[in-house]
């Protein structure tokens, strides 16, 4: 299994940016693709975007193409998501995943970190 710890949450007014960060280790990390996913109070965990392990094959949710941009680098294990022009509707807890292929469901994906807070204010 791989070990996720998320980084880079906090405050920020709308239309700023943060950069998160997700730190991963374990044996299965160089071949896993990687994704973002945020849960909002009283709402279900949505998929935000998900990378392959080489980095060639990238997507989305519609609700934030264009203003985030996920990114990996296996030598330094880490996946990052730049997030710019934040909406308070971006304000959720942020959580990086594994899995074996960049899909857009939270069951396709086995590790996941504990997440961290991104709150918009407007």
């Known amino acids: 299994q791989v070990q996720l710890v998320e980084s880079g949450g906090g405050l920020v007014q709308a239309g700023g940016s943060l950069r998160l960060s997700c730190a991963a280790s374990?044996?299965?990390?160089?071949?896993?693709?990687m994704g973002w996913f945020r849960q909002a109070p009283v709402k279900e965990r949505e998929f935000v975007a998900a990378?392959?392990?080489?980095?060639?094959?990238?997507f989305y949710a519609d609700s934030v193409k264009g203003r985030f941009t996920i990114s990996i680098d296996n030598a330094k294990n880490t996946v990052d998501l730049q997030m710019n022009s934040l909406k308070p509707e971006d304000t959720a807890v942020y959580y990086c995943?594994?899995?074996?292929?960049?899909?857009?469901?939270?069951?396709?994906?086995?590790?996941w970190g504990q997440g961290t807070q991104v709150t918009v204010s407007s």
């Open positions: 995943a594994a899995g074996r292929y960049p899909f857009r469901s939270t069951g396709d994906y086995s590790s």
């Open positions: 374990g044996r299965t990390f160089s071949r896993q693709a």
């Open positions: 990378i392959s392990w080489s980095g060639a094959t990238m």
